[in-house]
């Protein structure tokens, strides 16, 4: 029973002795001046300038998991198409109930305003969002 994970473990011993020796070989073969030039921050050929904690819009990554929601159930949703007609009716209540649990998602995730790529109301608006108004408080003024 051993011998049959004998080239599996070779091959990994051999793995691993390159990972060791190539990173071996890197530490002398490599110069190791470092200087400030070569210790800075390279971004696209640009000077980094600021700090790299810089406050991200989150509706991005909102947006994308949503899409990766409703694209899996398209997924889901062909192949049980293909072969609905093999499978029955207990099939078809079960994907009935998958569709309004997606559903049930949708519509709450519409009425928090997540699908609005521009919201309109920036609790913390500085510069020239400070005084941005949505189209009902402008109509209220």
Same mark, same amino acid.
């Given at each position: ?7 599996? %473990?070779?091959?990994?011993?051999? =793995? ?15 110069? #190791? ?17 600021? #700090? ?11 947006? =994308? ?15 049980? +198409? ?13 994907? +009935?109930?998958? %569709? ?14 997540? %699908? ?13 969002? +400070?005084?941005?108004? #949505? ?7």
């Amino acid at each position: 029973m051993y011998n049959d994970f004998a080239p599996i %473990l070779i091959l990994s011993g051999v =793995a691993v002795a390159l990972i060791i020796f190539s990173l071996f070989l890197q530490s002398l073969l490599a110069p #190791s001046d470092k200087t400030e030039l070569k210790q800075s921050i390279y971004e696209c050929g640009e000077e980094a300038v600021g #700090s790299a904690w810089v406050q991200f819009n989150i509706r991005f990554y909102v947006i =994308a998991l949503i899409f990766l929601i409703f694209d899996v159930e398209v997924v889901l949703l062909f192949p049980w +198409a293909v072969v609905f007609k093999s499978i029955g009716l207990v099939a078809f209540v079960e994907m +009935a109930i998958f %569709l309004f649990i997606l559903t049930v998602g949708l519509v709450a995730v519409w009425r928090r305003g997540d %699908l609005d790529w521009v919201k309109m109301t920036i609790p913390y608006g500085r510069g020239r969002y +400070a005084n941005l108004q #949505s189209d009902h408080e402008q109509n209220a003024a």
